[in-house]
């Protein structure tokens, strides 16, 4: 299983951005898929969680200004970021296949590669 971050980039505090996550695998089965960021400084964050069935879980820094969504289809997951605060700024990674609590990086199978997110005030 392969993942491709993408879609970061500079914008303005109050911007909005999609970040995509592309998923190749090598059979019929789909992934559920987290989000992460991470700051310089900082350790990795859990952001958000998508399952299969398109469940849905937020962490309570980006409730109700980011959405995530899949498209089974295309194999792809989305993360819509509105109101971006300079706080968002970091290095946001997808990861698929957790295993044990999906809110810990360490439970994760596969990670894409991280894709910058830089918001200026």
């Known amino acids: 299983v392969q993942l491709q971050a993408s879609g970061g980039g500079l914008v303005q505090a109050g911007d909005s951005l999609t970040l995509s996550c592309e998923v190749s695998?090598?059979?019929?089965?789909?992934?559920?898929i987290g989000w992460f960021r991470q700051a310089p400084g900082k350790e990795r964050e859990w952001i958000s969680y998508?399952?299969?069935?398109?469940?849905?879980l937020y962490s309570n820094s980006v409730k109700g200004r980011f959405t995530v969504s899949r498209d089974n289809g295309k194999n792809t997951v989305y993360l819509q970021m509105t109101s971006l605060k300079p706080e968002d700024a970091a290095v946001y990674y997808c990861?698929?296949?957790?295993?044990?609590?999906?809110?810990?990086?360490?439970?994760?199978?596969?990670w894409g590669q991280g894709t910058l997110v830089t918001v200026s005030s």
């Open positions: 990861a698929a296949d957790p295993r044990g609590s999906v809110y810990k990086a360490s439970a994760y199978n596969y």
């Open positions: 695998r090598f059979s019929s089965v789909s992934y559920a």
């Open positions: 998508i399952k299969t069935d398109g469940s849905r």
